[in-house]
């Protein structure tokens, strides 16, 4: 072969072999054009929600103690040897039941004396007044029995006031240990800065560890008009209904005060990211990812309220969010309608 053939032949191969390097890089950007639209391998695989319309409460968070609403410690007025015990913790009393007898041999012996000593200043002065009336007998001796008969008078209501205290009865219809009531108080503390916020009737709940997954939902009651100079709070109390009665007085409680409830859009608080003052969620639309910067509201129970930015219907990444950007292919992780849901549409 001549020289000019070889030139030639060498010629043709670094021709194919440039058009085969053109071909591949012009194929690449149109290969990461269609991974781009979500059908590649490329697209960032996300789990996806949807904005809900809902309702937000804002609320007080504080302990409390429960107190009987009507309760007393009840003790003789008197000491002595108990003669007898007639209750037991939990039983249903009327008012003036018998709870405790002591022993009472002396105080009745007392009574019997007081009453003996007064029939006899009542007959003296009977007899008297007759004498009187015949002139037999001076005023001042009748007017002497007279302050005898209230003397021994006196003295029999004493005896029998003492032997009354023998005994200890119940000042009112209830339980022993706990008061019959349908209702108990519980008073708690809450911070100064609600004390314009905080009504009377305002609903509030009340869980208690003793009873897991049980909340007792009664309504504020009084309200404190001062407010505490060392601990900046005032104290506040709700009636809840006891009808089991199984709220004691002194059982440690865990408040909630609704202050205010309002519709709102709320998203998941994982779906939310942060970056310097401003927060973003990232909403997906044609299998492309949309940041968009919100305004939050309250927080609770693991959702956020949306102010600005998001609207309800809205579909949102929760899951995912660590490698998307704006404008980037996403997966979403299931068959989920993405597309923006029609306002004329009907439920029938």
Do not use: W
């Amino acid at each position: 072969m001549s020289l000019f053939k070889q030139v030639v032949a060498a010629a043709v191969v670094l021709a194919a072999v440039g058009s085969g390097a053109l071909f591949h890089y012009r194929s690449a950007p149109e290969a990461g054009a269609e991974a781009a639209v979500g059908r590649g391998p490329d697209a960032v695989p996300v789990e996806i929600t949807r904005a809900e319309a809902g309702t937000m409460r804002e609320r007080i968070e504080a302990v409390g103690t429960t107190l009987a609403r009507q309760a007393v410690d009840i003790v003789p007025l008197t000491s002595g040897r108990v003669a007898a015990i007639e209750l037991r913790p939990g039983q249903p009393v009327e008012a003036g039941t018998v709870l405790v007898r002591l022993d009472d041999l002396m105080e009745q012996a007392a009574v019997s004396e007081a009453q003996a000593s007064l029939r006899e200043a009542e007959l003296a002065l009977e007899r008297a007044r007759k004498l009187r009336a015949n002139n037999t007998v001076a005023q001042a001796t009748v007017d002497e029995l007279e302050a005898a008969f209230a003397g021994a008078r006196a003295r029999l209501d004493g005896a029998q006031k003492q032997l009354a205290d023998r005994t200890v009865r119940a000042p009112f219809a209830g339980v022993v240990g706990i008061r019959r009531v349908d209702e108990v108080e519980i008073e708690f503390a809450v911070p100064e800065i609600f004390f314009g916020r905080v009504r009377l009737g305002q609903t509030v709940s009340a869980t208690s560890a003793a009873f897991p997954g049980r909340t007792f939902s009664g309504r504020i009651a009084t309200i404190d008009t001062r407010v505490a100079e060392v601990s900046r709070a005032f104290r506040v109390r709700a009636v809840t209904p006891n009808p089991d009665l199984v709220l004691p007085a002194g059982m440690f409680m865990h408040v909630s005060v609704v202050l205010e409830q309002r519709p709102a859009v709320l998203i998941p608080e994982q779906a939310v990211l942060a970056e310097g003052d401003s927060t973003y969620v990232f909403t997906v639309r044609d299998e492309r990812a949309e940041r968009r910067k919100v305004r939050l509201g309250q927080r609770e129970a693991g959702t956020v309220e949306v102010l600005e930015g998001v609207a309800a219907g809205d579909v949102v990444v929760e899951s995912g969010l660590q490698r998307l950007r704006d404008g980037v292919a996403v997966r979403v992780a299931g068959a989920v309608d993405t597309a923006a849901p029609d306002p004329g549409a009907s439920d029938g």
